[in-house]
């Protein structure tokens, strides 16, 4: 559980900052959105490598090319799901409400389950009851965006430098790795234990 708070917190906080790095680079541009979708390939290679090097302590089985390759992809498509909303605010907006509502819950719903949906490919020919990953994932990031937003948000202002920018991005950026890396900890630290017990598979 220590190693992989650790290892989880440190490989999403450093790449966490390609993303970040990324929107300074090309904010205004055109090509900002695929800048962020290219970084959320990186993010999730760092990630994933760092999940993999804890999880092929305890199942030594784990493919760590599939894995980084399917946690690389995931990163990918998390950020392509996340733009969304802003590509399309123009249509969205123009929904009824309860359209609206509906339609952002689903957006919500597949993206914070898209990582785990991933890599529950691979967990599931090792682990009994694998498929609770994608729950415990998405609880994961759902409790690392919320502290993103919450310290980012009021603290991010119209006019501050770049530096300034990076710096808030940053702390909010290693909060956010520290709560999912907990998080998800918890949930496969749970998975390990019922590893002997395939009839727990959902």
Do not use: D, Y
């Not at 900052?17 to 800048?35: C, D, E, H, N």
């Not at 990186?42 to 030594?60: F, H, K, N």
């Not at 969304?84 to 123009?94: F, I």
């Not at 994961?140 to 948000?153: I, Q, S, Y």
């Amino acid at each position: 559980m220590r190693n992989w708070l650790l290892w989880v917190s440190l490989g999403e906080s450093v790449g966490f900052l390609a993303p970040v790095l990324a929107q300074l680079a090309v904010a205004g541009s055109a090509v900002v959105a695929p800048a962020l979708i290219l970084a959320g390939a990186v993010e999730g290679t760092v990630l994933g490598w760092t999940q993999a090097t804890v999880l092929r302590s305890r199942v030594p089985a784990l493919n760590r090319r599939r894995w980084v390759g399917a946690t690389a992809i995931a990163g990918a498509a998390a950020w392509f799901i996340g733009l969304l909303p802003a590509e399309w605010a123009e249509v969205w907006q123009r929904w009824p409400e309860a359209a609206q509502l509906l339609a952002g819950i689903l957006v919500a719903t597949v993206l914070l389950c898209t990582l785990g949906f991933a890599q529950w490919f691979e967990l599931r020919r090792l682990l009994g009851g694998a498929g609770w990953w994608i729950l415990g994932s998405a609880a994961a990031w759902g409790a690392g965006l919320a502290v993103f937003f919450a310290v980012a948000t009021p603290l991010w202002q119209p006019g501050q430098s770049g530096a300034l920018i990076l710096l808030i991005g940053v702390l909010a950026g290693v909060l956010m790795a520290v709560s999912m890396a907990l998080v998800s900890g918890v949930v496969l630290h749970l998975l390990l234990r019922q590893k002997e017990s395939p009839s727990q598979q959902p």
